[in-house]
């Protein structure tokens, strides 16, 4: 848009420029109060449609010894009045324990992501007009747990040693797997045995005619010698 935002840590105020307007007499379009910050690179942020701003606040606890802060999350509306004040306050304010340091309304997915001094994150979004981001993971389905899993954490909670439990399933399935192993190393074992070749010659009274003839050469020359 042509609107642009200015705040700092000595002010509670914001304030909205008009970029088509800025000259050293300009003044702001708009301001708005009660919106205290400690945090230098606190920021604000537009709708998609522009009609509203978003502002995150934060300020020391004053009944906190620890210095810890606390702040707020607030929304103001960038429609024209009919009057002529530019001052606003806000239409719409969510308390928060943490002081906010990061404000984005995210244009595509129209969800409003917070980041708080404490390093956590909050998204706020609609069922209705945000499209994607939080939706996808808020719309899922917790995950089930079957019986082994509670089995095993319902003796993992009672100090029960798990190698009791998963042991005998381990032991089972690799003593079937070296049976089959056995098995299948066997079939090709006969599988891939070769057959004795078969004997040269033709059997003559259980010996072969190779045997025989062998037989006949050595007694012709043992009768050779004889002789």
């Given amino acids: 848009g042509s609107q642009i935002t200015t705040r700092s840590v000595d002010s509670d105020v914001v304030r909205v420029w008009d970029t088509r307007r800025l000259s050293k007499s300009s003044s702001p379009v708009l301001c708005c109060l009660d919106v205290p910050t400690i945090h230098e690179t606190a920021n604000c942020d537009f709708s998609p449609n522009d009609r509203f701003l978003i502002v995150g606040c934060s300020q020391y606890s004053s009944t906190d010894n620890n210095n810890n802060n606390a702040g707020s999350l607030k929304l103001f509306s960038m429609e024209k009045k009919n009057d002529a004040t530019i001052e606003r306050n806000a239409i719409v304010v969510i308390p928060m324990d943490v002081g906010v340091v990061q404000v984005r309304w995210h244009s595509k997915l129209n969800q409003i992501l917070v980041a708080?001094?404490?390093?956590?994150?909050?998204?706020?979004?609609?069922?209705?007009?945000?499209?994607?981001?939080?939706?996808?993971?808020?719309?899922?389905?917790?995950?089930?747990?079957?019986s082994l899993s509670?089995?095993?954490?319902?003796?993992?909670?009672?100090?029960?040693?798990?190698?009791?439990?998963?042991?005998p399933f381990a032991n089972n399935t690799s003593a079937k797997r070296k049976k089959d192993n056995d098995e299948k190393n066997s079939n090709d074992?006969?599988?891939?045995?070769?057959?004795?070749?078969?004997?040269?010659?033709?059997?003559?009274?259980?010996?072969?005619?190779?045997?025989?003839?062998?037989?006949?050469?050595?007694?012709?020359?043992?009768?050779?010698?004889?002789?």
Avoid: C, H, W
């Avoid at 390093?119 to 996808?136: C, P």
């Fill in 116 to 146: 708080r001094s404490d390093a956590s994150i909050f998204v706020f979004y609609s069922e209705t007009k945000s499209r994607n981001g939080a939706l996808i993971s808020a719309s899922k389905a917790g995950k089930t747990t079957d």
């Fill in 150 to 167: 509670a089995l095993l954490r319902s003796r993992a909670e009672n100090n029960v040693n798990l190698g009791e439990i998963i042991l």
């Fill in 189 to 227: 074992k006969k599988q891939k045995r070769i057959p004795e070749p078969p004997a040269i010659g033709i059997k003559v009274g259980g010996m072969s005619s190779a045997s025989s003839t062998f037989t006949q050469f050595i007694s012709a020359k043992f009768m050779e010698k004889k002789t």
